[in-house]
């Protein structure tokens, strides 16, 4: 329908035009854009240009009177039809554009009411946060408070083990199984107090029960009870579902405790060494240290070292000083370090002093596992000077890429052991010590062991050992060793 009407305007210019052209033709002298009748200018003249003139103006008038005849027509003929409807497809046609038109228009209308809307929101938004913070829920948005938060959560982790032995000629013994709770309670993520005991049918034992400060990203602080440092297996492989074998290595049973605690205060962290992949661990403490009891200790307590790791009293005011540095390689997955302590005096007289010091590796990457440790405790006895060193290797290996689930849930495991001592007398002594195992005896340890892990933290553990007794009677304490240990 526009488009018609713009034929009818066009038509209408050039009739218009046209009757210009030929006014202009027939009276040059006048212009015909002159709406206007201009008079004549005054001249003398005769009569016969006097009619002449007349005749021009009449001519002039007629033209103008066209003109606006032929307006007029045109401007009838428009106003028709506009009036008019159009017929058939056109009207069709054009109510079609039309209706597209009025939807397109809503559409883009109702688009920018959103869009002004929503850049309100967002605006009010941003000003709410600014004024109000974070629209969290009460409980969870005061962890993000300047002050920190004041409630204390109650963590808690499990280990539970039981285990089978038949070793020699004993008898063969299902033990009792044991619970190991682990309870964490942190406070303003700056504090947290750990408590770990040792339970079983025959037995209740703290192991830690130790509170720590964060002092620094890289500085943490400990008091009370916690596990000994010294080394790498007290403190990290203790836990029976992290250890391999159904055991502990022969000499974490005879050189050094295992299951260690000590009594005081500790000063721990770990620090990249600038850019380097390369992490630096440390460790300090301050304890009460190894201690004898007994007023009057027999030869056979002073070769006993065992009897000193359930000490939880100094005898002697004389405190123990120790630590351990580290370096981890995480690329590598290697991490080596070494430990000293300076014990003091161990007894109550205050008269004999106690030194040991350790060196630890562990390695794993890909399918291999490996792990070393040696330690050597110097003691003063007043029976003479007793030394005791020894060490463990240890090879485990799992095919993690089998394409049998079943196989590559298996591990297989070998170690070695060996301890030697210097200044026990065991004519004075005697064998006794609680078990063949741990008799102050020079000796070799082989442990050949499988295992099953049901899932990462739920393992079962079978092993065999056989021990080589170097320059002394032998004594029938090989056997089959099993262990099911469950963290949860």
Known sequence: MYSKLKLY????????????????????????NSLVVQ???????????????????????????????????????SAEQLTTPLAGNAIDGSQEDIER??????QAAQRDQEIEYQLDRLIEEVDSLDRNGSQLPATLREVFLPSRYDQSPIVMYNTLQAGFTDIGEENSNFGAPTWLPHFYMTF??????????????ESFELLSGQMDWFA??????????????????????HTSWVLKTPDDPLVFEVIYPH??????????????LGDLPVKLEYTGFCSNGFSLTPENPTAQQYADFRLMRKSFLDVNNDKA?????GLFFPYLGLVVGASGLLNGAYDVAGENDLSLVDFDASYHAGNWDLKFEYVRVSQQAPT?????????????????????????????????????????????????????????????RYTLGTNYYFSPSLIAKVAYEFNDELEFTEIDDNGILAQVSWGF
């Open 9 to 32: 305007f066009v038509l209408s210019i050039a009739a218009i035009t046209a009757v210009s052209a030929s006014a202009q033709q027939s009276n040059p002298e006048f212009p015909f």
């Open 39 to 77: 008079p004549p200018v005054a001249e003398e003249s005769t009569g016969r240009d006097l009619q002449k003139e007349l005749d021009q103006v009449r001519t002039l008038l007629d033209i103008q009177q066209q003109q606006l005849d032929a307006l007029k027509r045109l401007s009838e003929a």
């Open 101 to 106: 038109l009025k939807a397109a228009g809503l």
């Open 188 to 201: 303003q993520e700056k504090y947290q107090l750990q408590i770990n005991p040792q339970i079983n049918a």
């Open 216 to 237: 620094t990203d890289h500085l943490t602080f400990s008091f009370g009870r916690f596990y000994s440092p010294l080394g790498f297996f007290n403190e990290r492989l």
């Open 259 to 272: 299951q260690l605690s000590m009594n005081g205060i500790q000063a721990r962290g770990a620090t990249y």
């Open 321 to 325: 000083f120790g630590g351990r540095l």
């Open 384 to 444: 003479g000077h007793i030394n005791r060193q020894g060490f463990y290797f240890q090879s485990a290996y799992r095919n993690y890429d089998s394409i049998h689930p079943f196989f590559g849930n298996l591990e297989y495991l070998f170690r070695f052991g060996h301890v030697d001592f210097d200044g026990i007398d065991l004519a004075v002594t005697g064998l006794t010590f609680g078990a063949p195992d741990h008799t102050p005896i020079n000796r070799n």
